[in-house]
Nanobody, 118 residues
């Protein structure tokens, strides 16, 4: 079992920035990849960004490419999502999840709210 705690969400004006953090504790072994996902009311959860734990290779959804940056601190078991040039369309609950080697599903945190006002 792992505990994932997201933080850094809040209310920001369009064009502003936020930095989300995802801190993992407990069973943190065999982490293969870490992803950020978001879910707006009435919509399905969608992929935002991901990073491989060992190599640091990052990928992004087209909607955030060039604006968001995912990074990691392996020693602290923490993943960050730097969000710049925020748009109202970015408003959602943001979740981090880990995928372990050999696992069949993501393990999720509780999420953090991001609200972007116009």
């Amino acid at each position: 079992q792992v505990q994932l705690v997201e933080s850094g969400g809040g209310l920001v004006q369009a064009g502003g920035s936020l930095r989300l953090s995802c801190a993992a504790s407990g069973r943190t072994s065999s982490i293969y990849t870490v992803g950020w996902f978001r879910q707006a009311p009435g919509k399905e959860r969608e992929f935002v960004a991901g990073i491989s734990w060992s190599g640091g290779s990052a990928s992004y959804a087209d909607s955030v490419k060039g604006r968001f940056t995912i990074s990691r601190d392996n020693a602290e078991n923490t993943v960050f999502l730097q969000m710049n040039s925020l748009k109202p369309e970015d408003t959602a609950d943001y979740y981090c999840g880990i995928w372990r080697a050999g696992a069949l599903r993501y393990e999720w945190g509780q999420g953090t709210q991001v609200t972007v006002s116009s």
